[in-house]
Nanobody, 123 residues
């Protein structure tokens, strides 16, 4: 049974940093593209960042480029989203997701999802 468990979400102030982690089990982690998505109240779930199995390719939504970094540790079955210079508009539930094959920004391409972790950025 595949499980993705996110952690690290909390209430922070604008300008602060936060590190989200996703621990994966039940899958051959190094065979999967890993992604982060987020969903704000009343909005659709949107792509944030993704990383290929060997970390050679990383993709980010424009609104987080230069502030967020995605990286993974295949030995620990973990993917991390380092978020710096947080803004109130980053407030959302953040989800970890996994897919085989090529990197994608489309949420429907991902096979497995975590339950999400809440990030709230106050102004």
């Amino acid at each position: 049974q595949v499980q993705l468990v996110e952690s690290g979400g909390e209430l922070v102030q604008a300008g602060d940093s936060l590190r989200l982690a996703c621990a994966a089990s039940g899958l051959s982690f190094s065979n999967y593209v890993m992604g982060w998505f987020r969903q704000a109240p009343g909005k659709e779930r949107e792509f944030v960042a993704a990383i290929t199995w060997n970390s050679n390719i990383r993709n980010y939504v424009d609104s987080v480029k230069g502030r967020f970094t995605i990286f993974r540790d295949n030995a620990k079955n973990t993917v991390v989203l380092q978020m710096n210079s947080l803004k109130p508009e980053d407030t959302a539930v953040y989800y970890c997701a996994a897919k085989r094959g090529l990197l994608s920004v489309r949420r429907n391409d991902y096979d497995y999802w975590g339950q999400g972790t809440q990030v709230t950025v106050s102004s």
